[in-house]
Nanobody
Framework: QVQLVESGGGLVQAGGSLRLSCAASGRHFSFSRYNMGWFRQAPGKEREFLATVTWSGSSTIYLDSVKGRFTISRDNAKNTVYLQMNSLKPEDTAVYYC??????????WGQGTQVTVSS
């Protein structure tokens, strides 16, 4: 069983920053073999992909609307993936989910952490 536990969400003013963390664990779960990513879902909207980082950390992909503001990174020694979010906007308000997958299909999802950006 794989567990992904997000933390670091909260309430922040527009223009502020937050850093989300996702700690991964599980019996026989080799974190360094998995591509990791972040999705979010705002109220009344579909879940959307935000960013992904390959197993080695050598490659990243971002949703266009967060490029230059959000940075995904990972620490394989700590089994943790991060999402640094800067210049936050009210439209970034959503529940943020951590995901893991061997391929581009994400097999494992966290429970989510709420991010609220006030104007």
């Amino acid at each position: 069983q794989v567990q992904l536990v997000e933390s670091g969400g909260g309430l922040v003013q527009a223009g502020g920053s937050l850093r989300l963390s996702c700690a991964a664990s599980g019996r026989h779960f080799s974190f360094s073999r998995y591509n990791m990513g972040w999705f979010r879902q705002a109220p009344g909207k579909e879940r959307e992909f935000l960013a992904t980082v390959t197993w080695s950390g050598s490659s990243t992909i971002y949703l266009d609307s967060v490029k230059g503001r959000f940075t995904i990174s990972r620490d394989n020694a700590k089994n943790t993936v991060y999402l640094q979010m800067n210049s936050l906007k009210p439209e970034d308000t959503a529940v943020y989910y951590c995901v893991a997958g061997i391929t581009s299909t994400y097999n494992y999802w966290g429970q989510g952490t709420q991010v609220t950006v006030s104007s």
